[in-house]
């Protein structure tokens, strides 16, 4: 057995001696397209974390009109407070007209068209509403009750800002996901190719290994290792590369303000750690599998 | 130990290498395949060898029907045959002793069992003392040699030989018959193709004449005409 195991290593690193270029053709491609499935594998991760967060602050805005009566706005104020199951009564604000357009001056920063229609006079106050629920479906019911309320100007709420991120998110992954999957594909027909070029630099030897009674198993292990190492080689650099492009994105986000946004877009290490192994499954297989086609097709009886 | 029942090889469906051939050859056999080029002598081998199969009839093997078995069954089968070829087929980047070592290391022999079967052949085979040089630094007949030692190493029941003397000059194709001689003495059956008249000749074995895949003649103590 340890006799056979290393003449199947012995074979596997001579191989790899002999097309030297080639075996590093098809590492640099393994390479790239995992580190692009790890790429994909994280940034959805990151657009998931900014979803959670936002889900799990201010759920609902709900806009009071600037001419409402006391008695209106205590009435909407009495019922969010008549709902403790629901509302989280600790965290429930209300922004008068004077904090609203403070406010309006920074979310409108970047579009002063939109401020300058606004004045202390017509901007609405609002209750920023933070439900105990996560559940999208009871907040559109909470949001309901409120719109025909007196005084009440109209609801916002973050599930629908969300819907962008979500598109986003979604375009994103299907692009990622695209792209790295024809990679993959590449780079098992390149390994596929170099094992086949293998066999053939090898074909004196495998005729006189299969005349003397070698089985095909005996004669395909060490073209399958040679396809499995360089899948398992690509898989390394690209977890490589991914570590590194992390490590960059997490030190870049930590430069911007917080409360953003993007703040929230950072990666745990435990989930890229995860990554990785998935990238080392999948680059193994990926070799195995195309040496292995290769070497069935390329080693009949 | 070998039975050709009605075996016909067509190559690429139309022409015939092999037609109706049926013989018998039985254990300890030494025989000649002689025709001229062409005639189907090495289609004959390797329907033997199960390197090609029969679009009709069937190829018997120590008694079992070879064109049935599996493929997996195909390298043990190959085990209990030798093979000898007229271009030698030595690997190049391997000493002799290597070269030798090589069938018994891909059928998995243990390394006690691989450093005392070689030295004995290469002795059997006249090569002692040459285990370390490569193919390249030794004479066609020894080159030759080193080949029947590799397809005679695991003491096959069955050695084929095509055109072994081929590339030989005549004095030292004559050295290779004996040894294949002194190899059917052990009991070993021995099929060679030849279209050499001198070996056939001085050897008297029994001759099966092939004519564009026909078998036209089948003689005990056979001459080459």
């Given at each position: 057995m340890i006799q056979r195991l290393s003449y199947a290593l012995r074979e596997t690193i001579a191989s790899f001696r002999r097309n030297v270029t080639l075996s590093v053709a098809a590492v640099i491609t393994s390479a790239v397209s995992l580190l692009l499935v790890g790429a994909t594998f994280l940034i959805q991760r990151a657009f998931d974390n900014l979803l959670v967060q936002w889900r799990g602050d201010v759920g609902m805005i709900v806009f009071v009109r600037p001419d409402v009566t006391p008695d209106a706005l205590k009435l909407i104020e009495d019922n969010l407070r008549s709902q403790p199951n629901v509302v989280d009564l600790d965290k429930l604000e209300y922004l008068d007209r004077d904090a609203s357009y403070e406010e309006a001056k920074r979310v409108f920063v970047g579009d002063p068209t939109t401020l300058s229609l606004l004045s202390i006079d017509t901007i609405p106050s609002q209750f920023k509403v933070v439900p105990l629920t996560t559940d999208p479906e009871l907040v559109r019911n909470l949001a309901l009750q409120y719109r025909?309320?007196?005084?009440?100007?109209g609801v916002s709420l973050a599930e629908d800002e969300f819907d962008v991120i979500s598109t986003l998110s979604g375009f994103v992954r299907t692009v990622t996901i695209a792209m790295s999957l024809v990679l993959l594909g590449v780079a098992v027909i390149l390994i596929w190719n170099t094992i086949r070029t293998a066999i053939f630099a090898r074909r004196r030897e495998i005729e006189v290994m299969k005349l003397v009674g070698a089985t095909d198993w005996f004669i395909r292990v060490p073209f399958i290792l040679e396809g499995l190492i360089q899948g398992l080689l690509g898989a390394i650099v690209s977890c490589g590369g991914l570590w590194a492009l992390n490590s960059a994105w997490t030190s870049g986000v930590a430069g911007f303000k917080p409360?953003?946004?993007?703040?929230?877009?950072i990666v745990p290490g435990s989930y890229v750690n995860g990554v990785m192994v998935a990238l080392l499954v999948i680059g193994a297989l990926a070799g195995g599998i195309g040496s292995g086609v290769a070497s069935s097709k390329f080693l009949d009886v | 130990m070998i039975r050709l029942e009605n075996v016909s090889k067509m190559y690429g469906g139309?022409?015939?290498?092999?037609?109706d051939a049926t013989f018998d050859i039985a254990k300890g056999d030494f025989v000649f395949l002689v025709?001229?080029?062409?005639?189907?002598k090495s289609t004959l081998l390797r329907l033997i060898n199960r390197q090609e199969r029969p679009e009709r009839g069937d190829v018997w093997v120590a008694g079992r029907n070879i064109n049935e078995m599996?493929?997996?069954?195909i390298p043990h089968l190959r085990r209990t045959m030798g093979n000898v070829f007229q271009d030698y087929k030595?690997?190049?980047?391997?000493t002799v002793f290597e070269n030798v070592a090589f069938a018994l290391e891909v059928i998995g022999k243990p390394k006690h069992v691989i450093g005392q079967q070689v030295p004995q052949v290469l002795e059997l085979v006249g090569l002692?003392?040459?285990?370390?040089?490569?193919?390249?630094?030794?004479?066609g007949g020894e080159q030759q040699r080193v080949s029947i030692a590799r397809a005679f190493v695991n003491r096959p029941l069955i050695l084929l030989a095509d055109e072994?003397?081929?590339?030989?000059?005549p004095a030292t194709g004559e050295g290779i018959m004996g040894l294949l001689d002194a190899i059917n003495r052990t009991g070993t059956t021995v099929v060679m193709a030849t279209h050499d008249h001198r070996v056939v000749n001085a050897m008297r074995r029994r001759v099966i004449q092939l004519d564009r895949g026909v078998i036209v003649r089948d003689q005990e103590r056979g001459v080459y005409e």
């Open positions: 025909t309320l007196p005084g009440v100007a409360g953003t946004g993007v703040s929230s877009l | 139309e022409i015939p290498a092999v037609r025709g001229p080029s062409g005639s189907g599996a493929n997996n069954q030595l690997l190049p980047n391997k002692s003392g040459k285990e370390d040089r490569f193919p390249h630094q030794l004479s072994p003397t081929g590339n030989l000059d």
